[in-house]
């Protein structure tokens, strides 16, 4: 492990010398994820892409891409688009990107299944804002808003996302 990793323990994240409270999924921490399951994998991840909301905040990087009206990612397993970002409309089922409560508003994308996708075994493993400290996500990693923003603001391409 390096100080450029993002390293999440039963006790929170350490990056750059910094601890920071998170939260991981429902499902705890797995070995085996599945869809579904609410569980964070354990793993070595990278960050393959940093999304925000640009009706609320200005871009936190020079790499973040705005979620528009409409982006949506697909969690269906039968459709060849599961766990890739696509747009409304979309028949088949999705989470949408622009959420209302903000959970959103900041979204690193991490390579978990992806870009090609084994059906059945996850889609989606962000790192987002949390709903409250202590709330479980549906398996992402979830920090308070301000820390969320420094993590973002000093990733660099080789940091890298690992849950033990």
Known sequence: MRASDIVVT???ARFLGRRFPCTVGRGGRTGGKREGDGAT???VHRIVGLLYRPDRLAPPADWAVPIRPGDLWSDDPDHGDYNLMVRAPYAHSHEALRRAD???DIVLITDWNWPV???GRG???FLHRWRKPG???EGCVAFRP???RWIVRRIGYETRVIVL
């Open 10 to 12: 039963p006790t929170g």
């Open 41 to 43: 994998p354990r793993g």
């Open 102 to 104: 903000g959970l959103y």
């Open 117 to 119: 996708a084994e059906r």
């Open 123 to 125: 889609s989606a493993i």
């Open 135 to 137: 709330h479980p996500t």
């Open 146 to 148: 301000d820390h969320l």
